[in-house]
């Protein structure tokens, strides 16, 4: 009896499963979802290729570089780095005296052990990039981990800044009248709702000198700023990699030990 029951209980609940997606599949075929201007003509990010792609992937530390100059001098009036410390830094090449350099331009706040007030103080090697006051409207996302939070994130966070177009597509405003860019607002195809608050913030070439000579165009500068924060959301990247790489040594060496050991021991056996 209680099998019976267990089997119609089942095929009960089979039956409203196979009837709801019956349901959901003709009302989409039926009444398929409005188009709208962000479906139709929202893009995919591009392609972008970066040392650190692959399992053999390494850090080149002149990017880095070239990004964390990007980022100081672009992007760090507006966004915060909260995750990472001025001595991370080291990391990428930066010598200790370039980091203390580095450090003491911020402006830390920081409780004063003695009277237990909170005092500005210069930055030192050991503090966290210190957070950004925003005076515009909404919070803008702190970058330490975007290449992480946002889907194939290097080559959205490039598409992004190399995406701004002064006008939008005849085919958008034809095809969506209403769909105009508001006042405030910049069009950007690469941003899931095509209309973004920020300013185009590499609007042209030259706007940081590299140390290294190279030239900093607008399509280097989004390259290189997209390797650094790569850099900032897994700063731990080659050390997985070696490790990753060392563990598949050992299991494929293991295997192979096994095997062999498997027809040595088994080898006379087989023809009783």
Not at 75 to 96: F, K, M, P, T
Not at 99 to 116: Q, R, S
Not at 239 to 247: A, I, Y
């Amino acid at each position: 009896m209680i099998r019976i029951f267990s089997l119609a209980v089942g095929a009960f609940f089979s039956l409203a499963l196979l009837l709801a997606f019956g349901t959901g599949a003709y009302s989409y075929i039926t009444e398929p979802p409005a188009k709208t201007a962000e479906k139709v003509f929202h893009k995919y990010p591009k392609a972008l290729s970066l040392p650190s792609d692959g399992i053999f992937g390494k850090y080149d530390e002149a990017q880095l570089q070239r990004g964390y100059a990007v980022y100081a001098n672009v992007c760090a009036a507006c966004h915060s780095l909260s995750q990472v410390s001025y001595r991370d830094l080291a990391a990428i090449g930066y010598n200790e005296a370039e980091i203390k350099a580095i450090a003491a331009k911020a402006t830390i706040a920081a409780k004063d052990p003695l009277t237990g007030e909170v005092k500005d103080r210069p930055g030192i090697p050991s503090d966290k990039f210190p957070p950004v006051v925003y005076a515009g409207k909404g919070s803008p996302p702190d970058l330490s981990l975007i290449t992480k939070a946002r889907a194939n994130g290097p080559a959205y966070v490039y598409s992004l800044l190399t995406g701004y177009e002064a006008q939008q597509p005849e085919a958008l405003l034809k095809q969506f009248p209403d769909a105009k860019t508001p006042d405030g607002m910049h069009y950007n195809p690469y941003f899931h709702s095509l209309n973004i608050a920020m300013a185009d913030p590499i609007p042209s070439d030259g706007l940081v000198t590299y140390s290294d000579g190279t030239e900093a165009t607008k399509d280097q500068m989004a390259k290189d700023v997209s390797a650094f924060l790569v850099w900032t959301a897994e700063p731990n990247l080659e050390q997985r990699h070696q490790t990753g790489l060392m563990w598949m040594g050992f299991l494929l060496f293991a295997t192979i030990l096994a095997y062999m050991s498997y027809r040595n021991i088994w080898a006379d056996k087989k023809g009783h």
